[in-house]
Every structure is written in structure tokens, then in C-alpha cells.
């Protein structure tokens, strides 16, 4: 009994250590936050990403060494956070998304995120323990075989997923991110006003006093700078600003931060061209909360520039309108609200096989973000081979390596279970910074 309630008091802390000033910002977005993650273990899982590394943090790595141990890592890589863009090449991928929690660390960290949240999910689709098991394990090996691949290959750059390429529900979402259209995303977002798109305004957004407005609107103009010349477009039209709103209703990871939508002319005055950006104050990532982080931290200006340049090392060919600003000292990313962003969809997923095809893809899709972000791209924190750190890691060690990680995460589902009842009792009872009522 007593463990238990240890558990549940480390849950607590470890929450209000990374939450706290979120939740007194705004507290009824946090209660909405932890009614999501109180729906499942796995809305829990993906809402307590400090509580990942509060634990992850404090093992003993067997795999990755002084190289493969310091590489850009996603942070946050669960089942959920895939989908499809539109790259700055015009061309829909099929890739990770969501860079808040980017950061540097073990490679290890990244690929037992995805076992246990891949365990989880197959517990909730009641799947036999064995075939959990076996699509961990396709999960690494198809993961492998792709470092393999950047090991033989002279270009990083040469992969990705794509219409050509893809199978099953991941060429499902790529053909319906192909039939969205800009136009409907702005009818559904703007109404016209003389002639003139604006924000519609619902639930969600809310209209800015003069003084806040100054503050985006200045905002907005030192995010310009932070396009790399070789996306910028050249025509200076594209970025006239239309209108502003405070924008409210992200994810679950987004609770409490401050965010704001610019309506922006595009790319001709029709109207079905302009173009909606999101811009969202980034916040800490939980991995840099429980490591030796100065170096890292003494790179970057603010966390809106700490994610921008990770999401460029990891993701090839970004949103051509990614990048950062401030306000009032504090960091912001900026990026397109796109229309051709369609989220991988596991509720129709219920078979064995069907998610085999899809995790051999996502294991590809991993390793993709991991040899990419190397010192074949433009920061130069890591200034070498990933794959060839990984390789060097597991030598000779791939299948001792495959069984520990189809183990820890098969365990560690098992204690997010566990954590997501020690959760809602603790939330219920006030006693995760906020009330249940």
C-alpha cells in the first residue's frame, strides 16, 4: 500500500513540477487537459510525456553509448503523433509530426516511447499478448533495416513516404490529404467582410485588444526574418497580414499556452489563396527537465527557436512558412495551418496483420527523423553519422537488442495501466495542481 501511494505522489509532483505555471495561467484548460488524459492509459501516456522521462532518465542504458546516446530525438514519439504535410518541395509525405518535445538524447529513448505506446494500444484492442510482442519487434527490426539503408546510401535525403511508395491506411491518408482543398479550410476558419477574408469568430478564437494585437502584429514581423532565404517566397504580397485572433482548443499537449492565428494574403489576392499560421508560445521539453541540458541550452535564443531548428534537423523538407518569434521575451513558433494534414487513424485498425503493415512503415518513418537530423543538416550540435553511431551501438547485439525492447516496453505499458489509475484518483481527489470540479 504504501508503494502505491508513493507512485501516486511522484505522479503528482513530477505533473505539477512540469505544469505548474500552465495550470495557474490557466486552469480550466488544464481540467480539460486531464479529463482527456483521464479517458484511457493511453490519452494518459501521451499527456505525461515528464513522467516518461522522470522514470527513462534514471535507468541504465545497456544500447547507447557516448554518440548514439546525444543525437536530435523527437521526445515525444507515440502511435498518434504520425500523419501527412505538404513538404517545402510540394510534395505530400507521409512523416512524424508534432516537434514540440524535440530534443537531444539517447536514440534508445524515441524507440521505447513507441514500444510502450504500441503496447498500450494493443491492450486496448484486446490483441494477444504474443502479437503485441511480434509487432514491437517488426516495429525495431523495420527500423534497422532503415538505418541499414541510410548506411549504404550516399544522400539522407533520399527517402521518404509518399504516395508511390506506401500501402494500407498510410496511402489511405496520404490520397485524402491529396482530395483537401485550401478553400474549404478557409471557409470553414473566415467569412467575408467587404470583400475581404477575416476570422470567423466561434467558441475558439477570441479578438484582441490594441495593445495585444501590437505586440502579435510586431511579433509577426520578426518571425519574417526567421525563414531561410532559400523557402522564402519572393513575392512580398504573399505576407501581408489580414487578421488576427487568439486561438484556443490544441491537443492535449498544448494546455495553457498562449497561441494566436494570422490570416495572410498567399499566394495571389484570390481568395481562396490566402493562408492561415498558427503562432504558439513552445514550451520546455520534458527530456531537458531530467538531463545535463546547459550546452544544449546555451544554442538556442528561446524554446521557439529551440523547435524550430529541431523540427529542420529532423524533418528534411519543412513547411516552407516554419519558423520562430517573441513576445515579450518568450519564445513562439510559427507555421501554416495546412489543410493537407491528415492524422493516422487506429480506430479501424483491429487486426494483427493490418497494424503490422502499418508499424513497418513507422519504423522506417523513425529512423527517417533520426539519420536525417545529423551532420548532413544545418545545426551543428550533432556532427556525425547517426546511423553509423547506431550501427556501432548494436553491433553484433540486434537481437539482444530487439528482446530488450519488446520487454521494456511490454513492462512499462503494463505500469502506464497502473499510473493512469493512480492518475484519475489523484485528480479526482485535487491533488494534481488542479480541481476535478
Known amino acids: ?57 534514471t535507468e541504465e542504458d545497456p544500447f547507447a553509448d557516448d554518440r548514439s546516446g546525444r543525437i536530435w530525438i523527437h521526445g515525444d514519439l507515440h502511435v498518434e503523433n504520425f500523419g501527412t504535410y505538404l513538404n517545402s518541395d510540394g510534395r505530400l509525405v507521409f ?13 534508445t529513448w524515441d524507440l521505447q516511447r ?42 539522407d535525403d533520399d527517402f521518404a513516404l509518399h504516395l508511390d511508395n506506401t500501402s494500407g491506411p498510410i496511402h489511405s491518408a ?26 470567423a469568430e466561434d467558441g475558439s478564437v477570441r479578438r484582441l485588444a490594441r495593445t495585444e494585437q ?38 492535449i499537449g498544448s494546455a495553457g499556452l498562449p497561441a494566436y492565428n494570422l490570416l495572410v494574403e498567399g499566394y495571389s489576392q484570390a481568395l481562396d489563396n490566402d493562408v492561415v499560421l498558427s503562432m504558439k508560445q513552445a514550451n520546455i521539453p520534458a527530456v531537458s527537465r531530467f538531463v545535463d541540458s546547459a550546452d544544449v541550452e546555451a544554442y538556442f535564443d528561446n524554446e521557439g527557436h529551440r523547435t524550430v531548428v529541431s523540427q529542420r534537423a529532423l524533418q528534411v523538407h519543412t513547411d516552407p512558412l516554419l519558423g520562430h518569434t517573441r513576445i515579450d521575451g518568450v519564445g513562439f513558433v510559427v507555421s501554416e495551418v495546412s ?39 544545418e545545426q551543428d550540435l550533432v556532427d556525425f553519422q547517426v546511423e553509423e553511431a547506431i550501427a556501432r551501438s548494436l553491433d553484433r547485439r540486434r537481437r539482444e537488442f530487439t ?11 503494463d505500469r502506464v495501466r497502473e499510473d493512469h489509475a493512480h492518475f484519475v484518483a489523484a485528480f479526482r481527489e485535487g491533488q494534481v495542481g488542479v480541481s476535478a470540479t
Open 1 to 57: 500500500m504504501a508503494a502505491r501511494h508513493d507512485r501516486r505522489d511522484q505522479i503528482a509532483t513530477v505533473l505539477d513540477d512540469a505544469f505548474a505555471p500552465l495550470m495557474k495561467a490557466d486552469p480550466k484548460a488544464f481540467r480539460a487537459k486531464y479529463r482527456k488524459m483521464a479517458a484511457d492509459p493511453h490519452a494518459f501516456y501521451r499527456g505525461s510525456a515528464c513522467l516518461y522521462y522522470a522514470d527513462v532518465t
Open 95 to 107: 512523416d512524424i509530426n508534432d516537434f514540440d518535445e524535440a530534443y537531444l538524447g539517447r536514440f
Open 114 to 155: 513507441f514500444a510502450a505506446s504500441l503496447a498500450l494500444v494493443g491492450w486496448q484492442k484486446a490483441l494477444p499478448e504474443e502479437d503485441v510482442r511480434r509487432l514491437i519487434g517488426r516495429y525495431v527490426r523495420s527500423y534497422l533495416s532503415q538505418v541499414d539503408a541510410y548506411r549504404r546510401s550516399e544522400d
Open 174 to 199: 496520404l490520397r485524402s490529404a491529396r482530395l483537401q482543398r485550401r478553400a474549404d479550410l478557409l471557409d470553414a476558419t473566415t467569412r467575408l467582410e467587404d470583400g475581404v477574408r477575416r476570422f
Open 214 to 251: 501590437d505586440l502579435v502584429v510586431s511579433a509577426f514581423e520578426g518571425y519574417l526574418e526567421t525563414i531561410p532565404d532559400d523557402k522564402r517566397f519572393d513575392r512580398a504580397l504573399f505576407y501581408e497580414l489580414r487578421d488576427v485572433v487568439g486561438k484556443s482548443g490544441f491537443g
Open 339 to 377: 489543410p493537407y494534414e491528415v492524422d493516422l487513424d487506429w480506430s479501424g485498425l483491429t487486426e494483427p496483420d493490418e497494424i503490422a503493415e502499418v508499424v513497418d512503415l513507422l519504423g522506417r518513418a523513425t529512423a527517417k527523423i533520426h539519420c536525417a537530423s545529423d551532420e548532413d543538416s
Open 403 to 413: 528482446t530488450w525492447l519488446t520487454d521494456w516496453g511490454m513492462a512499462y505499458g
